[in-house]
């Protein structure tokens, strides 16, 4: 008679002390995610999964809720530091900013990851 080995539990909870939190703000959307070391995503939101739809999606506050359900969940999995990587123009850079400094996380970097070209596009062809 063959021996079946006990299933091992595979939703063990994950502790993370050191994040890294994405913030991807365009004009229409504003997206959180928080990532471990390696860049596994540990929890995400953005302002269409916080409940917002249409033009109220590109406001602040709606960037503000989605940043604290992120950092939420995060905090929830033992986040003690993170570091912010902010990328694109919208209104919600600030506000996801702002959501971390009121829970007390200490922030060890701040960056800025918004892709700049560096001599532009091509020019049209001159008419002669």
Not at 19 to 43: C, E, H, M, P, Q
């Amino acid at each position: 008679m063959a021996q079946y080995s006990k299933k091992k539990n595979k939703n063990k909870k994950k502790v993370v002390q050191k994040v890294r939190i994405y913030v991807n703000s365009t004009f229409n959307n504003t997206l959180v995610s928080v990532a471990d070391r390696k860049g596994n995503v540990i929890s995400w939101e953005s302002t269409g999964s916080s409940g917002f739809k249409g033009s109220r999606k590109s406001t602040s506050y709606a960037a503000n809720v989605a940043a604290t359900n992120a950092i939420n969940k995060a905090v929830g999995l033992g986040m003690k530091e993170a570091e912010v990587f902010i990328k694109g123009p919208g209104p919600g850079r600030r506000a996801a900013l702002n959501v971390l400094r009121s829970k007390g996380i200490p922030i060890k970097l701040i960056a800025d990851v918004t892709p700049i070209p560096h001599n532009g596009t091509r020019p049209r062809k001159s008419r002669n």
